[in-house]
């Protein structure tokens, strides 16, 4: 049958013709190709698998692939060819036929390098995205701490406040407003501001109409809670609550609110208001972070404007304290000067002649008016070294001539004493400083060294110390207790000692610290019961000018 033989022939050289068509387009791709029966043994694989798998293809013949292959299917796998670097694959597979049998042809792409570009990309934005986490949490720092540092720059409270809001529409919100509780009166608007300075009539009309608030408006609800509220994008719902008039809807439209925060006030549980920010920009919604940083903001100026508030009550309270001081030494000062001058009429003998039993008396009442003066002196002066605003006046003072004009004050009551009084200072020793105050100081040093010491000494000693002097008053007296020490500056405290010393306010040292402290100086004192004691000053130069 010659014809059935040639044609078979014909098949034969076609299908040779075929294969090597195959073959040198698989040969020359550059992707692996491997071919799998359907039982996945290798029936082909050109030569670029080498690469791949780093052994001869011819090795991979009859063997499992080792992977299960799906037509249709793509996916990458990770291959470890030997003593080679790891590599990433893709592998798609599609069904065909192989010598007249179903068979898998995969695919093998190497995307090793497309994986690395991939992985640094990644790399690279999550460095990206690391350092942006970075630079946000730097700027609420810098934030906070811009803020503190705002809120602790005045005792004010309505500094506080309005300092508080310019710091909010310059960097959070594009509007803010701040509700105030003042001595348990009303909830009143106390101040708003916006970051667009045209829209400053709309706020002067807001603050312009009368605050009338509902209970179940939210600000109250804030107030009566303490919880804060976030309201991340405005509603017509929210601006009914809001202002529930059309006017006054009108007036929250025309300052673009899209979103609001209100942040309660609190600071030692006392609720002090309500700070509402708000955001004009829909496609700037307050979020979570915007949340955080505005409550924590709120809890610091809380605590700025009730530390304001606390000062105001204290100035308040050493206001009328002095006010008193200062009446009733008045009151007191207009009989005593009466009870003087007629014991000074009695002394010169303008009422007749009086025996000597009566001239002891005459001198006792008149010590008695002196002493009763100089408490009142001292009452006066310590509520003029407590006060605020006291004017200095500085002028240069020789220290040898005050502390000689402090001898000469002194030196009566420590003779009466039997004590020696020893004043150590070079003539060329200048202070500039408030003469009047400076030679306070010592007076109140020397005759409290005086009044404690039964026997032995009192001694003075000055001395430069580049611009400051230091002046050092010490003793040979009793001493004080060392649990005592912290306490002898302490206003009308007096120490329960064994010697009698009932002529004394307890206001001596506390008027010496507070004027030390006025002229900028510093005072430390060193003692021992039985030891005597050494109270040191140092004093700097004053400003001409300085209060």
């Known amino acids: 049958m010659p014809e059935l033989e040639e044609m078979l022939a014909l098949r034969t050289r076609e299908r040779d013709a075929c294969w090597v068509r195959f073959h040198s387009l698989v040969e020359g791709h550059g992707d692996g190709i491997v071919v799998l029966d359907y039982s996945g043994i290798v029936r082909f694989a050109n030569s670029a698998v080498s690469k791949l798998f780093g052994i001869r293809p011819e090795a991979l013949l009859g063997e499992h692939f080792g ?19 790891p590599t990433v694959v893709e592998m ?64 004010d409270v309505h500094s506080t406040l309005a300092a508080l809001l310019r710091l909010t529409v310059a960097r959070i919100a594009d509007w803010a407003d701040v509700y105030v509780v003042e001595n348990g009166g009303p909830l009143r608007r106390l101040d708003m501001a916006h970051k667009d300075p045209a829209l400053a009539g709309v706020l002067e009309s807001i603050k312009a109409n009368p605050l009338e608030l509902s209970d179940t408006h939210p600000i109250r609800q804030v107030l009566r809670t303490g919880e804060p509220l976030l309201i991340p994008r405005v509603e017509e719902g929210h601006l009914a609550e809001l202002a529930p008039d059309p006017a006054g809807r009108r007036l929250l439209t025309a300052l673009g609110l899209c979103s609001y925060m209100l942040l309660p006030l609190r600071a030692r549980d006392r609720q002090l208001g309500v700070l509402a920010l708000a955001s004009a920009r829909r496609d700037h919604p307050f979020s979570e972070d915007d949340f955080f940083i505005a409550s924590t903001l709120a809890s610091r100026a809380a605590l700025a404007i009730d530390n304001a508030r606390l000062f105001e009550e204290a100035n308040a309270a050493n206001r009328a304290k002095s006010e008193l001081i200062a009446v009733v030494s008045h009151d007191l000062r207009t009989p005593l000067n009466s009870i003087i ?9 303008a009422a007749g002649e009086v025996g000597s039993q009566g001239r002891d008396w005459i001198r006792r009442i008149r010590r008695a008016a002196d002493h009763q003066i100089h408490l009142i002196d001292q009452l006066l002066l310590f509520a003029r070294a407590g006060g605020r605003g006291v004017e200095l006046n500085p002028a240069d003072i020789r220290v040898a001539q005050l502390l000689e004009d402090v001898r000469l004050l ?138």
């Open 92 to 155: 798609r597979v599609v069904a065909a036929e192989w010598e007249g049998e179903l068979a898998y042809i995969v695919i093998l792409r190497d995307i090793t390098d497309r994986k690395r570009a991939e992985e640094r990309e990644r790399h690279v934005l999550q460095a990206q995205a690391e350092r942006a986490a970075a630079e946000e949490a730097a700027r609420r720092f810098r934030f906070l701490a811009d803020a503190g540092s705002l809120l602790a720059s005045s005792l």
């Open 341 to 349: 001058g007629y014991t000074d009429l009695f002394e010169v003998g």
């Open 410 to 547: 002194v030196e009566p009551l420590a003779d009466s004493n039997a004590l020696a009084l020893v004043v150590e200072c070079a003539p060329s020793v200048v202070l500039r400083s408030d003469p009047d105050l400076v030679c306070q100081i010592l007076i109140n040093l020397v005759t409290n060294a005086i009044k404690f010491t039964p026997s032995g000494s009192v001694r003075v000693a000055a001395r430069a110390s580049g611009d400051e002097v230091t002046v050092e008053v010490s003793d040979t007296g009793i001493g004080i207790a060392a649990d005592d020490l912290e306490r002898i500056f302490d206003p009308f405290w007096k120490e329960n000692k064994t010697m009698d010393v009932q002529n004394g306010t307890g206001l001596g040292l506390s008027i010496v610290k507070r004027l030390v402290t006025l002229l900028g100086g510093r005072i430390s004192v060193q003692s021992s019961p039985g030891q005597g004691s050494s109270f040191t000053v140092v004093l700097p130069p004053s400003a001409d000018g300085e209060s």
């Open 67 to 85: 992977f299960p292959v799906m037509a249709g299917e793509t996916t990458e796998i990770d291959v470890v060819p030997r003593a080679l670097a």
